[in-house]
């Protein structure tokens, strides 16, 4: 029994992950390719956090329901995604281990930057670019990384992580948070937010609550796109 359900938890990641990354980009593509090239080519950089979007929002409620042969209902859907209410405690203890991470982050930037040159895409390139488009444009790029954002958060450590602690046990805050910053390859470097992604696993494995992670995945993608406005 414990084998079948390890094994079916390896299974729902792996058809999560690419299912979510690559099954509506040929649709979006097409779907943008109705505008001029023009206008195409400023919607491309919204790209990545629309595929995301569709994605996991066409995925995650037919996972739900394979995984709960009952009706689905509202307090059955916010237990199993762990969707509970704020308490400002933890909230504080959160967002301190969060700034914590980030700090570590910008220490160590400079040690990524000089040890990791074979990877070309990083967050130097897509400010250059997102830098050069209209207002309409990142107000476009806002509006999906708002759901990106908090879909992430559903489908990593509201849907995925509850699985992968059965799977692993109580380390699997640290595989998420991994494979959460892995995720990010299409967009700019991994590595450079690895400790903030382990971090947000590690805080929604304490507490089972996302509503602190989905809070501060909020502020911190708030903060990097307030530059373009």
């Given amino acids: 029994m414990l084998y079948k359900v390890r094994f079916s938890g390896f299974v ?7 299912i979510s990354y690559f099954s509506s980009f040929f649709a979006l593509k097409l779907l943008f390719s109705v505008f001029t090239f023009e206008i195409y080519s400023k919607l491309a950089y919204t790209m990545p956090a629309w595929i995301f979007s569709l994605g996991v929002a066409t995925l995650l409620l037919p996972l739900l329901k394979l995984e709960h042969k009952k009706k689905i209902t509202i307090p059955w859907l916010l237990q199993r995604l762990r969707l509970k209410k704020f308490v400002l405690k933890e909230f504080v203890i959160a967002i301190s281990l969060f700034i914590a991470s980030l700090l570590i982050e910008v220490f160590l930037r400079p040690f990524f930057d000089r040890f990791f040159i074979l990877y070309k895409r990083n967050l130097s390139g897509f400010d250059e670019q997102t830098a050069q488009i209209e207002l309409w444009v990142l ?16 489908l990593w450590r509201g849907y ?3 699985i992968q602690e059965k799977t692993i046990g109580r380390y699997a ?3 998420n948070g991994i494979l959460w910053s ?3 390859i ?17 805080i929604a494995f304490k507490y089972k609550n996302i509503t602190y992670t989905i809070i501060l995945h909020l502020l911190l993608n708030a903060i990097v796109y307030a530059r373009y406005v």
């Avoid at 729902?12 to 690419?18: D, G």
């Avoid at 107000?139 to 559903?154: D, K, N, P």
């Avoid at 299409?186 to 590690?202: A, E, G, H, K, R």
């Fill in 160 to 162: 995925l992580l509850p």
């Fill in 173 to 175: 805050w640290l595989l």
């Fill in 182 to 184: 892995l995720s990010h």
């Fill in 139 to 154: 107000a476009i790029l806002f509006i999906g990384v708002f759901f990106g954002s908090v879909l992430e958060e559903l």
């Fill in 12 to 18: 729902i990641l792996i058809l999560t992950l690419l």
């Fill in 186 to 202: 299409f967009i700019y470097n991994p590595i450079t937010i690895l400790f903030s992604s382990i971090c947000l696993s590690f």
